[in-house]
């Protein structure tokens, strides 16, 4: 779930195709063309406050990040077979294994590009770059990531697949196309399912010790029924318990560690990928969190919408977390970083507990200190770039996702009972998420007028400029996506009513006189549109406003060397380990 629904940063896929725009297929880019692509990159260290963990949970944080280290472990092999042995060919070029993991001396080459490709192929976890559609980087490996990745026999075919899963019983049909198993060939040739705690079963005996490590160290009972549970399934491969139990996770270790996600499976989308973030709750955030969903439903009280369509009872929220982010490894450290997700997958859980989302505070701060300040520079004026806040920012992104909670869900259409995503189809995913950008800043300014406590570390000015500026970094990576179109809509309505301003410098700005009112009638057409299911009032919305005008792409034309995201470097869990060691 977690690349469809993540706001602002997302897992864009398409962002800024260096090498695969400008060489041809098979081409092994050289030092210098390396550089550039891990230029792309900014190097960000992720430091979080340790200080206030009790000292049973600071030991168990350091078992966790050596856990998580084994997940890394786990990953490189699911992305490819070949991945484990082109590592340690890199780190040998590059002069990275110690004595006594080198065989032959003479093969030990410290030169310059033997430690970008390293450097290139960690942040990668292999040996193809994400960001340019996973084109080779390295030279003598598959030009690109293969579809299966390392869950099926490379030389099988869909079709073979299928077939074979129509020949077995109903329930190893499901074990087959679970999330946890991967498929091999028999010693005759024949298709088989492998379970995970076979397949990967010396690092799943590995990181399940030192979960338990965790369990007994920490003194937090939520964390110990999880990590307990966890690592009981690394050996049972039933997975279920234990995702029930992350669902009742409330500690101040908040932690993600298994198989998960399913994008690198791009045959079927079945298996699941290794993945562990070690993070740490935010308590005042949490608070602020708190805040807001208890007063949601005087927010659906007073939308810019008709009363008739406003719901006088809201249901349960499923629960947000924010955390700051210690460690992250496997499937959660490759290509673009994450910065918010949403788990479990496993529908059985979904269907009980519901799901959770987890919000990376300093992540999303690294993001916005790296990418979004530099891009402020060139796309504000002096004066407004010192009006950037990241309070304002990450208010706003939670007022976005507990936004998406309110205005129509259930609606009337002729007379039957629908809802918006049923009725809006492929316009829904861009309107939803205007229409949770443009709540969420009405939200925010009910707060501001009531002068709330948690709306108090910025201010209006604050908040419009930094969302003028943010609007920037999701339009950089044009309208093909629903973020994309969904900001393109905003930042066309708002001008077109004089609340954004394009000088004549090419720089934009925020005209506070109109700025209000324009949001209001922006959510006004949103929540309109939702309520009646207007299928062709939402399209004509997009065809229309949905593009991105001359002037905004000539000042996108200026963020080019700006970086599309950060590399995150785990300082506080490489501190918490050394010591340790
Ligand atoms: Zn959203």
Do not use: C
């Amino acid at each position: 779930m977690r690349k469809l629904l993540i706001f602002f940063f997302a897992v864009v896929v398409v962002a800024l195709p260096l090498a695969a725009q400008e060489k041809p297929a098979g081409h092994v880019p050289d030092k210098a063309e390396l550089d550039k692509m891990i230029a792309r990159f900014a190097p960000t260290p992720l430091r979080v406050d340790t200080s206030h963990l009790s000292a049973g949970d600071k030991k168990a944080l350091a078992k966790l990040i050596a856990a998580a280290r084994v997940v890394n472990d786990i990953f490189m092999q699911q992305m490819w077979s070949g991945n484990h042995a082109e590592w340690r060919r890199l780190r040998l070029a590059a002069g990275r294994l110690p004595a006594w993991q080198r065989e032959n001396e003479s093969a030990v080459r410290r030169h310059d590009l033997a430690s970008a490709r390293l450097h290139y192929f960690w942040m990668n976890k292999s040996p193809w770059s994400e960001l340019d559609e996973w084109q080779a980087f390295l030279p003598d490996v598959p030009p690109r990531k293969l579809a299966g990745a390392n869950f099926y026999p490379e030389d099988m075919t869909k079709d073979e697949f299928e077939k074979w899963v129509n020949t077995l019983y109903p329930e190893s049909q499901e074990y087959a196309k679970g999330f946890f198993t991967v498929i091999r060939r028999d010693a005759k040739g024949k298709l088989e399912f492998v379970p995970y705690s076979t397949e990967y079963q010396a690092d799943l005996q590995k990181a399940a010790r030192l979960l338990r490590e965790a369990a007994a160290l920490t003194d937090n009972a939520s964390l110990k029924k999880f990590l307990t549970l966890r690592a009981e399934a690394f050996t049972t491969n039933n997975y279920l318990d234990s995702d029930m139990a992350w669902m009742d996770l409330d500690a101040p270790l908040d932690i993600t560690f298994g198989p998960y996600e399913v994008y690198n499976d791009e045959v079927f989308n079945y298996k699941a990928s290794f993945e562990a973030f070690i993070n740490l709750r935010d308590d005042a955030e949490t608070a602020k969190l708190g805040f807001f969903s208890s007063h949601l439903q005087e927010i659906e009280d007073a939308l810019p919408e008709d009363p008739q369509y406003r719901n006088p009872k809201l249901g349960a929220l499923s629960p947000i977390r924010v955390v700051d982010e210690v460690f992250a490894a496997g499937d959660a450290n490759h290509g673009i970083a994450t910065a918010a997700y949403n788990l479990p997958n496993d529908d059985r859980v979904v269907t009980q507990k519901g799901s959770k989302r987890v919000m990376l505070k300093n992540v999303q701060e690294a993001k916005f200190n790296s990418v979004l300040k530099p891009i402020a520079a060139k796309v504000l004026t002096k004066d407004e770039q010192g009006d950037l806040s990241f309070d304002a920012f990450f208010t706003w992104i939670l007022a976005h996702e507990l936004t998406h909670g309110i205005g129509p869900h259930q609606i009337k259409k002729d007379g039957k009972d629908t809802n918006p995503r049923a009725q809006l189809k492929e316009n829904y995913s861009a309107i939803e998420e205007a229409k949770a950008d443009i709540t969420g800043l009405v939200a925010l300014q009910y707060w501001l007028d009531h002068k709330a406590p948690v709306v108090q570390s910025f201010s209006e000015k604050q908040l419009y400029t930094t969302y003028l500026a943010s609007s920037f970094r999701t339009l950089r990576f044009g309208t093909t996506d629903a973020h994309g179109r969904g900001m393109a809509i905003q930042f066309n309505f708002l001008k077109d009513k004089g609340a954004i301003i394009a000088n004549a410098d090419g720089t934009f700005s925020v005209d506070f006189s109109k700025i209000k009112e324009a949001v209001r009638d922006l959510d006004h057409e949103f929540l309109t549109l939702e309520a009646t299911g207007d299928y062709a009032g939402a399209k004509k919305l997009i065809e229309t406003m949905g593009l991105v005008p001359p002037e905004l792409k000539a000042a996108l034309a200026k963020l080019g060397d700006i970086p599309v995201d950060i590399e995150p470097q785990f300082v506080t869990a490489e501190e918490l380990t050394e010591k340790k060691k």
